[in-house]
């Protein structure tokens, strides 16, 4: 793990250049009996831009996806996507709308193929509220287009294997694939080389660089060297509040930033 003050990154486009904002979280608190997770947060992220939260153990980043993809409702605050209010929403109604996430936690069907567990995914945009099984038998004319996300997030040669024999790695890569099913215009990341080696890492880099054209990624990363390569812009939570935000390099040189780090070795 690197530090937050290490190397600087490779130069990146002009902030934000004019773009509109995306996804918005506006003076956003959520509290669980008595205990705040998110304080008062304000969060502009704009259209086209990869952008990192980050921040110790405990400041909420996970809380904040949760709620900015509509798993938790907020205390008090709004969440807007494209300028429309979501935070009222259900999660599948927040999807249709273009927003999708993955999650910290494996979330695939570790006893379906590679290929399954993809186009179980794929049936979400016309399934009815309630309904959550389309027999796969039916969904077998969506099997081109799962076939093309499988060869996009490069797990084109294992669609008949099982999810439960895939490496650390390779589910991480099929979550993004599921995420993907929906062509969402913003994509949350949470945690996405959580538990990778090295090669694994820069197949994931590489990855969401990919997933990343022509849409806004939202990602929750740990590893300071991942957040460099990645982010055109980098949120820092602590406490459950915004501490600092900005580029990379404005991001490592802050004072606030490296006090809040001391003791933690760089994790973020």
């Known amino acids: 793990m690197t530090s937050v003050a290490g190397p600087a990154p ?3 486009a002009a902030a934000h250049a004019g773009r509109p904002v995306a996804l918005e979280a506006r003076r956003l608190v959520k509290d669980f009996r008595g205990f705040r997770a998110t304080n008062e947060v304000d969060l502009p992220i704009f259209e086209g831009e990869i ?5 110790p153990n405990g400041a909420g980043k996970t809380t904040l996806f949760n709620l900015l993809s509509g798993f938790l409702k907020p205390t008090s605050g709004e969440v807007h996507l494209f300028g429309e209010r979501i935070d009222t929403l ?16 494996s979330s695939v069907f ?9 186009l179980v995914a794929l049936q979400s945009p016309t399934a009815l509220p309630g309904q959550f099984w389309t027999p796969l038998s039916r969904l077998r004319a969506l099997t081109p287009q799962a076939e093309a996300i499988l060869e ?3 797990l084109g040669s294992a669609h008949t294997r ?34 990778m080696g090295s090669e694994g890492i820069h197949r994931v880099i590489a990855l969401v660089r990919q997933v990343a054209r022509g ?36 991001v490592r040189r802050d004072p606030r930033v490296i006090e809040a780090y001391l003791g933690e070795e760089g994790h973020a």
């Not at 999807?95 to 936690?105: A, D, H, K, P, Y």
């Not at 099982?162 to 099929?174: F, T, V």
């Open 10 to 12: 490779q130069p990146r």
């Open 51 to 55: 952008h990192a939260i980050i921040g």
């Open 90 to 105: 259900e999660p599948y109604q927040i999807v249709r709308r273009g927003l999708s996430r993955s999650f910290q936690i």
């Open 110 to 118: 570790p006893t379906l193929t590679v290929l399954d567990n993809v």
């Open 152 to 154: 996009d997030v490069g």
């Open 162 to 195: 099982l999810a439960a024999d895939l490496s650390h790695g390779e589910k991480r890569q099929l979550e993004i694939g599921i995420s993907m099913t929906q062509n969402p215009r913003v994509l949350l990341l949470d945690e996405p080389t959580s538990g």
């Open 215 to 250: 849409r806004t990624v939202v990602l929750v990363e740990h590893n300071m060297s991942v957040v460099s390569e990645l982010a055109d812009h980098i949120t820092v939570l602590q406490y459950g509040s915004v501490l600092a935000t900005g580029s990379y390099d404005e």
